[in-house]
T-cell receptor, first 111, second 116 residues
Framework: DTAVSQTPKYLVTQMGNDKSIKCEQNLGHDTMYWYKQDSKKFLKIMFSYNNKELIINETVPNRFSPKSPDKAHLNLHINSLELGDSAVYFC??????????FGPGTRLTVT | AQKITQTQPGMFVQEKEAVTLDCTYDTSDPSYGLFWYKQPSSGEMIFLIYQGSYDQQNATEGRYSLNFQKARKSANLVISASQLGDSAMYFCAMREGREYGNKLVFGAGTILRVKS
């Protein structure tokens, strides 16, 4: 059973398009996150939700909008995609302070 | 200032030997946690080990152990009996207090190559 899953795994799209990445966790965790890994492999937090409530919004452009329909799902919608948005996007979840489990990642390529 | 510093961009180790990956951190928060993740070439982020700032003992998980030196603000990962499958990028990360929302701040990573 996959604990944290993301779809799609790969996403290739053109500049200016709008796209969404979906994340689901079956661990029963209350907190979910989005991280971005850039081309130099640097990982940075974007958003965090706790029980459907936004608790971290880390100076991310307004074109990025997370949505949590329930505590098992955290989706990321990106408007007006730019070349610089090309990256790997990871979803993660946690229940306690001592853990954070990551999904497989979504590689977004903007052409 | 960098919160997490991994000074070794790349490391080589002979199969079956032990290797230490360095990580130093910077925080004034008394309550924090340190994580290590493995990222193989396939790209997934695998959670290896966690050390809390108040934990009395150094964390161990199988062949992984964390050499936690609080006064020096270091949290080095030790991998014993290296295997070819240990070749990957390794990230150290820190979680500060609850007011930071449990977010992880990552270091730049260390690429480990295990030689046969």
């Amino acid at each position: 059973d996959t604990a944290v899953s993301q779809t799609p795994k790969y996403l290739v799209t053109q500049m200016g398009n709008d796209k969404s990445i979906k994340c689901e966790q079956n661990l029963g965790h209350d907190t979910m996150y989005w991280y971005k890994q850039d081309s130099k492999k640097f990982l940075k937090i974007m958003f965090s939700y706790n029980n459907k409530e936004l608790i971290i919004n880390e100076t991310v452009p307004n074109r990025f909008s997370p949505k949590s329909p329930d505590k098992a799902h955290l989706n990321l919608h990106i408007n007006s995609l730019e070349l610089g948005d090309s990256a790997v996007y990871f979803c993660a979840s946690s229940q306690t302070l001592r853990e954070q489990y990551f999904g497989p990642g979504t590689r977004l390529t903007v052409t | 200032a960098q919160k997490i510093t991994q000074t070794q961009p790349g490391m080589f180790v002979q199969e079956k030997e032990a290797v230490t990956l360095d990580c130093t951190y910077d925080t004034s928060d008394p309550s924090y946690g340190l994580f290590w993740y493995k990222q193989p070439s396939s790209g997934e982020m695998i959670f290896l080990i966690y050390q809390g700032s108040y934990d009395q003992q150094n964390a161990t998980e199988g062949r992984y152990s964390l050499n936690f030196q609080k006064a020096r603000k270091s949290a080095n990962l030790v991998i014993s009996a290296s295997q070819l499958g240990d070749s990957a990028m390794y990230f150290c990360a820190m979680r500060e207090g609850r007011e930071y929302g449990n977010k992880l701040v990552f270091g730049a990573g260390t690429i480990l190559r295990v030689k046969s």
